[in-house]
């Protein structure tokens, strides 16, 4: 692994569109992806964890390039739980990238409203990343403290 630097991957994520899939709680979103940095990023998985709005973790071959101040979009199936209208607040699409030979996690939240026929819209409300292996780098100097 690379050093760590500071200065993370900077990614804008929104959903662009949306289709129905095969069964009741199917949905094919398309997100748009737009790399604010100024260094090329190459993102290898995703992945959607929300038990309400899920997807299994997908992984692109040959990874995706995203150039600098360059949009791409890409379509991801999703599982979605209507649950009578309500919105899923802290739902997530991770992205695991690499920046400048350093591993870092991508993390999308979203709130997920739903509009006709059950149709979800996805709004990001928040994107950060953290280098990969950051909570075992934080262990690792805890205990050294001790």
Known sequence: MG???????DLAVE??????????????VTWRLTNLGEAPLTIHTSRLPHGRFR??????????ELAPNASLTTELPVACDYAGGSDVEN????LSVRLEEQAWL??????????????????????SAQPVGFSARLDKNERART
């Open 3 to 9: 050093e760590h630097t500071d200065r993370g991957p």
């Open 15 to 28: 959903q662009h569109s949306v289709r129905s899939g095969s069964t009741s709680d199917g949905w094919f």
């Open 55 to 64: 997807g299994p973790e997908k992984t692109f071959q040959p990874p995706l």
């Open 91 to 94: 739902a997530f699409l991770i």
């Open 106 to 127: 991508i993390l999308a939240r979203l709130r997920v409203s739903f509009g006709t026929q059950h149709t979800p819209l996805a709004e990001t409300e928040l994107v």
